[in-house]
C-alpha cells in the first residue's frame, strides 16, 4: 500500500517492471532481504538518476521492509539524489589531497561556474551536475574527473573550459545513449 | 638478496592482462587446481601463517592468524568479505590490481575462501570503480564458465559463489564492520568489537574480511611457498616484542608532488626517499619536499629530514605516525602552506566521520571549523592548543571512539602542527596580526554543509 501519492515528477520515474524483476533476481544472491537494499537503490538510481519517495515505498514492500528502513539506509549515502535526478552526466571532481596539490579544488570551482551551479545540483538545462567527491582511487592522474564511467585524468586546472566542454558533449552522447537504455555507454575512453 | 621479482604486478603491461585467456597462458589457476586437488584447508592456512603474510588494507593484521580465529565448530555459513571499499586518499594499488588482473584477485580469493571454509564471498567494491567493476564482474562470469567457481570447483567437491557488491560512495565502508553493517542494508556504522566479524560478522554468521593486496598475495603464497615470501622484507624488531615483522612484496602508490606518481611494487621496508627518487623520479619541477603522509592521510606526516623512514610495518611509528597504513606515500613541495595540507586533511575527516560517536562527529567537524577559520585570517595562536586536544582525545588509542576512523582524522592534527609548530604560528600571526593572541572564544563562521 502506498501511503503517500505519487508527485507528478515521481509518477513519471515509477519502478519499471524490469527493475523489479532484477530486484527479484537479486534477491536469491544474499541470504537476507534486507541486503538487498543498497542493489535495488543502484537499480533504481542507475535509470532514473534519483531515487523518488515513491520508489523507497516500492522496494521497502518487495524486499518486506518498512519504507523508513529503505529510507534510512539511502540517507546515509550522500550518493543518493532523491529530489530531483542529478545530471546526465555526473562529473565528480576530486578535491582529496592528491589533487588538491595539483589543483583540485581550483577545478572544481571553475567548473561550477562554468555550469552556473554549485557543487551538487544539476545545471539547469539538466546536463551535468559537478559535484566534489573525496579521493577517487586514481590519484596518479591527479587531479582527476570522474564522469559517469569515464576518468578523466591528469586535468590541467588552467583548461577548465575544455574539460567543461567535452563534458557537455558526453553528456550528448549519453542522453541519446539512455533513450536506449541497453545501447553502448560512453565508458571506457579514458581520456588524458 | 636475490633481485627483486615483482610478482604482483607482473602482468599488468600486457594488453590483454584482465582476460581468462592470458590469465591463463601464464600459468594462471594453476595453483588453485593443486591445491584444491592436494592441500587441505589447514594447510593452507599453515603456509599463510608461516609466510608471516599481514594484512594490507591497513590494519596490517597477520592474516593467517586471524583465519585461525574461526570458531572450529560452525554449524551455519562461513562468509568472506572481499574489502575492495580502497577509499584512504593517496591510495589505488587495489584499483590497479583489480582493473588490470582480475583474475590475480580472483584466484586469491578462492584460494583464501578454500581455507577458511568459505562458500559464499562478498566482493565490496567502492562505487567509484566503473572499469574495475566491469573487469572483475567479467572475471567471475569467466570463472564460472570455466568451473573456477560454482559448485565442485574443479571436481575437487568445493562449492564456492562470489557476489559483487557495490558501495555507495563513503569511506567509512571501508572499516570492516562498516562494511559488514553496509553489505546488510543498513548505513555503515561500525560496530563494537568484540564480537569480532571472525566470530560473529555478517548476518551473525563467522566472517573474513580482507583487503585485495592481501588476497593477492596468498595467490603467490600458495604457488611459491612461505619461505619465498619471507625471504623478502623485514624480520621482526627485536626492541619491539610486539612486532611480528613485515614480509613479503608491497604494492606502494605514490602521487603528490613527484615527477612521476604511479604504483610501484618492492619488498617491504623501502624508505620513502628510496620510493620518491628511485621510483618517482623525485620533487616535481626541480624544488624539495616539505614533508610526505607515509601511507594514506590517516597516518600522518613525516618531514623531509625523516624521509629515510622504512616504509614497513614498524617503520612510520618509530617517526610519531600511525603506522604503515596503505602505504601510500604523497608527496608536499616546499610550497604547500601547512594550514592547507591540515584544512584539507579535516575537510575529508569531517566529511566522512558517519557520526556515531559525539567525539569524532563533533570533533572532526569543530577542528574543520577552527581550521577554516584561520583560513579566513581570524586564527589565534590558542586554536592550536584546541587543535591538539581535539586530536589527542579522539579515537580507538585514546579509547573515545568505536572505530580508527577517528584516530585517522587526529593524527594528521597531531603530527601538522607538532611537527610544524613554527610554520603554523607564523601563518596566523601574519594573516590575524590583530588578534592572533587573543582567546577570548571567537564565533565559527558561517556553517555550511560540507
Ligand atoms: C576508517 C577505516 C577505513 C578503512 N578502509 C579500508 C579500505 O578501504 N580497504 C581495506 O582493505 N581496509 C580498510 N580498513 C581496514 C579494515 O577495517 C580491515 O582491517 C581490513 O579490511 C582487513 O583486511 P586485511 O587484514 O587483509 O588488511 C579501514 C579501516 C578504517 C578504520
Ligand atoms: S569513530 Fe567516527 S567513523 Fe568511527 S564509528 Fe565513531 S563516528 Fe563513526
Ligand atoms: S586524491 Fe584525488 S584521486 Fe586520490
Not at chain 1, 179 to 190: C, I, M, N
Not at chain 2, 140 to 162: P, Q, R, T
Request: hydrophobic letters at 35%.
Amino acid at each position: 500500500m502506498t501511503a503517500v501519492e505519487p508527485t507528478q515528477a515521481e509518477a513519471a520515474k515509477p519502478l519499471t517492471p524490469e527493475m523489479v524483476a532484477e530486484i527479484r533476481r537479486l534477491c536469491d544472491r544474499y541470504p537476507d532481504r534486507r541486503a538487498v537494499v543498497l542493489p535495488a537503490l543502484h537499480v533504481v538510481h542507475q535509470r532514473w538518476r534519483m531515487v523518488p519517495r515513491s520508489a523507497v515505498v516500492e522496494i521497502a514492500e518487495l524486499l518486506g521492509l518498512a519504507p523508513a528502513e529503505v529510507q534510512d539506509t539511502l540517507s546515509f549515502y550522500g550518493f543518493f539524489k532523491q529530489d530531483r535526478p542529478h545530471g546526465v552526466v555526473r562529473a565528480w571532481v576530486c578535491r582529496s589531497i592528491s589533487c588538491a596539490l595539483r589543483g583540485g579544488d581550483g577545478l572544481l570551482e571553475r567548473l561550477c561556474e562554468l555550469a552556473g551551479t554549485r557543487p551538487g545540483e544539476p545545471s539547469r538545462d539538466g546536463a551535468l551536475t559537478v559535484e566534489a567527491a573525496e579521493c577517487l582511487g586514481a590519484c596518479e592522474h591527479a587531479p582527476c574527473v570522474l564522469a559517469n564511467e569515464t576518468l578523466y585524468r591528469s586535468v590541467d586546472p588552467e583548461e577548465a573550459v575544455e574539460l567543461f566542454r567535452k563534458l557537455r558533449q558526453q553528456a550528448a552522447l549519453e542522453e541519446g545513449s539512455e533513450a536506449a537504455p541497453e545501447g553502448a555507454s560512453a565508458g571506457e575512453a579514458h581520456e588524458e | 638478496m636475490a633481485a627483486f621479482e615483482p610478482v604482483l604486478l607482473a602482468r599488468i603491461e600486457r594488453p590483454e592482462s584482465h582476460t581468462l585467456a592470458d590469465y591463463e597462458s601464464t600459468g594462471g589457476y594453476q595453483t588453485l587446481r593443486r591445491v584444491l586437488g592436494s592441500q587441505s584447508p589447514e594447510e593452507v592456512i599453515d603456509e599463510v601463517k608461516r609466510s608471516g603474510l599481514r594484512g594490507r588494507g591497513g590494519a596490517g593484521f597477520p592474516t593467517g592468524l586471524k583465519w585461525t580465529f574461526l570458531p572450529k565448530e560452525r554449524k551455519g555459513p562461513t562468509y568472506f568479505c572481499l574489502n575492495a571499499d580502497e577509499s584512504e586518499p593517496g591510495t589505488f594499488n587495489n584499483r590497479i590490481l583489480m582493473e588490470e588482473d582480475p583474475h590475480q584477485v580472483l584466484e586469491g580469493l578462492i584460494l583464501s575462501c578454500y581455507a577458511t571454509g568459505t562458500t559464499t564471498a562478498f566482493f565490496y567494491m567502492r562505487y567509484e570503480y566503473p572499469l574495475a567493476w566491469k573487469r572483475i564482474g567479467r572475471a567471475i562470469e569467466e570463472c564460472y564458465e570455466a568451473g573456477y567457481l560454482g559448485k565442485n570447483i574443479l571436481g575437487s567437491g568445493y562449492d564456492l559463489d562470489v557476489v559483487p557488491h557495490r558501495g555507495a560512495a563513503a569511506y567509512i565502508c571501508g572499516e570492516e564492520t562498516g562494511l559488514i553493517e553496509s553489505l546488510e542494508g543498513k548505513r555503515a556504522w561500525p560496530r563494537i568489537k568484540p564480537p569480532f566479524p571472525a566470530v560473529e560478522g555478517a548476518f551473525r554468521q563467522p566472517t573474513v574480511v580482507n583487503n585485495v593486496e592481501t588476497v593477492a598475495c596468498v595467490r603467490h603464497i600458495c604457488e611459491r611457498g612461505a619461505d619465498w615470501f619471507r625471504s623478502m622484507g623485514v624480520p621482526p624488531d627485536p626492541d619491539n616484542p610486539r612486532d611480528a615483522g613485515s614480509f613479503g612484496p608491497k604494492l606502494y602508490c605514490l602521487s603528490g608532488h613527484v615527477e612521476r606518481p604511479g604504483c610501484f611494487e618492492a619488498p617491504l621496508g623501502l624508505t620513502v626517499r628510496e620510493l620518491i627518487d628511485g621510483y618517482g623520479g623525485g620533487v616535481w619541477k626541480g624544488r624539495r619536499a616539505k614533508a610526505a603522509i607515509p601511507g594514506g592521510i590517516s597516518m600522518g606526516l613525516l618531514t623531509e629530514d625523516e624521509f629515510d623512514c622504512p616504509l614497513d610495518f614498524n617503520g612510520p611509528g618509530r617517526y610519531g605516525c600511525l603506522g604503515l597504513g596503505t602505504a601510500a606515500v604523497v608527496v608536499l613541495d616546499e610550497t604547500v602552506e601547512m594550514v592547507d595540507f591540515l584544512h584539507n586533511s579535516c575537510r575529508f575527516f569531517a566529511h566522512e566521520s558517519c557520526g556515531q560517536c559525539t567525539p569524532c562527529r563533533e570533533g572532526t567537524a569543530w577542528a574543520l571549523r577552527i581550521l577554516e577559520r584561520i583560513r579566513a585570517g581570524r586564527g589565534r595562536l590558542v586554536d592550536l592548543d584546541i587543535l591538539l586536544q581535539i586530536g589527542d582525545s579522539i579515537g580507538i588509542i585514546p579509547g573515545t571512539t568505536i572505530c580508527g576512523l577517528a584516530d585517522g582524522a587526529a593524527w594528521p592534527i597531531k603530527n601538522a602542527i607538532r611537527k610544524f609548530r613554527d610554520e603554523f604560528e607564523s601563518y596566523i600571526r601574519r594573516t590575524n596580526p590583530q588578534g592572533y593572541e587573543e582567546s577570548e572564544p571567537v564565533p565559527a563562521l558561517d556553517w555550511t554543509t560540507h
